[in-house]
């Protein structure tokens, strides 16, 4: 049973940079996919970006060339680094993980909050 645990988050002004970082439990040794999802006040749950194993990537077009999703497998962490932050960025970050194969899996880590002030 693994655990995905996020990290980074916090208050940063519009303009500004933060980094954060999901660290698993224990290695996946399947293939897989790692993503950042947020939720904001009153709004669904939309994902942001993903990362395969292959290294195939994906962004929400609201946040292409401003933030990016990468892996760092040995040490079982995936990271998203997001520049030029605006308020409309503010919410709750989750990580996620999904395991394609039978019987397929995902697992969610508690969330970390990021607050971008005007």
């Known amino acids: 049973q693994v655990q995905l645990v996020e990290s980074g988050g916090g208050l940063v002004q519009a303009g500004g940079s933060l980094r954060l970082s999901c660290t698993l439990s224990?290695?996946?040794?399947?293939?897989?996919?790692m993503a950042w999802y947020r939720q904001a006040p009153g709004k669904e749950r939309e994902l942001v970006a993903s990362?395969?194993?292959?290294?195939?990537?994906k962004y929400a077009d609201s946040v292409k060339g401003r933030f990016t999703i990468s892996r760092d497998n040995a040490k079982n962490t995936v990271f998203l680094q997001m520049n030029r932050l605006s308020p409309e960025d503010t919410a709750v970050y989750y990580c996620?993980?999904?395991?394609?194969?039978?019987?397929?899996?995902?697992?969610w880590g508690q969330g970390t909050q990021v607050t971008v002030s005007s």
């Open positions: 990362s395969t194993t292959g290294g195939t990537t």
């Open positions: 224990r290695r996946i040794f399947s293939d897989n996919t």
């Open positions: 996620n993980l999904y395991v394609p194969y039978a019987p397929p899996f995902s697992r």
